[in-house]
T-cell receptor, first 117, second 114 residues
Framework: NAGVMQNPRHLVRRRGQEARLRCSPMKGHSHVYWYRQLPEEGLKFMVYLQKENIIDESGMPKERFSAEFPKEGPSILRIQQVVRGDSAAYFC???????????????FGSGTRLTVV | AQSVTQPDIHITVSEGASLELRCNYSYGATPYLFWYVQSPGQGLQLLLK??????LVQGIKGFEAEFKRSQSSFNLRKPSVHWSDAAEYFC????????????FGTGTLLAVQP
């Protein structure tokens, strides 16, 4: 039973390019969360998605960032026209259901470390 | 607004010594509380969680935490630290509701001396 799979593990982009980060949730999980960890900081919530729906994107920057979780395939976090300040570790987590306490303590993937040069 | 404070940025303990990592939270109702551990370059692993009931929670790797409502604290403890416990530890609070998002503290980096 594979855990939350994120790829790539490391991603280097030049300023102005696009970054696409992928997250495959655990089998049977239909809820995905994206968090960002800036250097020497804790994780900050970005977005919460269910299949084909964005539930909460209150932590997403207003511009250049978008997320999707299609009916088929992994969840994608997309960053357009990356800047140096986007360099961070991006973590995905998944859970089987919401609105219950058991949905918490969700499982995190190993993250994608984005470096913008 | 919910928030989590981990007052200790770095802690160094000797192997075999006891450990306590502090966590204070701010939340209007009974929170859901968590401790995660992160080894360098790795993701986060859940150590333990508190939802309700017994205020002393047992977790993996010999860790435990105690919820104290009067102090708004959820401190992590381990009676005898092993060198492999060196890592960064994050406390987090969650709110029951539609979003299930976690609010993380800034972490405590634990170093273990031989």
């Amino acid at each position: 039973n594979a855990g939350v799979m994120q790829n790539p593990r490391h991603l280097v982009r030049r300023r102005g390019q696009e970054a696409r980060l992928r997250c495959s949730p655990m089998k049977g999980h239909s809820h995905v969360y994206w968090y960002r960890q800036l250097p020497e900081e804790g994780l900050k919530f970005m977005v919460y998605l269910q299949k084909e729906n964005i539930i909460d994107e209150s932590g997403m920057p207003k511009e250049r960032f978008s997320a999707e979780f299609p009916k088929e395939g992994p969840s994608i976090l997309r960053i357009q026209q990356v800047v140096r300040g986007d360099s961070a570790a991006y973590f995905c987590a998944s859970s089987p259901r919401s609105l219950t306490g058991e949905a918490y303590g969700y499982t995190f993937g190993s993250g994608t470390r984005l470096t913008v040069v | 607004a919910q928030s989590v404070t981990q007052p200790d940025i770095h802690i160094t303990v000797s192997e075999g010594a006891s450990l306590e990592l502090r966590c204070n939270y701010s939340y209007g109702a009974t929170p859901y509380l968590f401790w995660y551990v992160q080894s360098p370059g790795q993701g986060l692993q859940l150590l333990l969680k508190y939802f309700s009931g017994d205020t002393l929670v047992q977790g993996i790797k010999g860790f435990e935490a105690e919820f104290k409502r009067s102090q708004s604290s959820f401190n992590l403890r381990k009676p005898s630290v092993h060198w492999s416990d060196a890592a960064e530890y994050f406390c987090a609070v969650g709110a029951y509701g539609a979003t299930n998002k976690l609010i993380f503290g800034t972490g405590t980096l634990l170093a273990v001396q031989p």
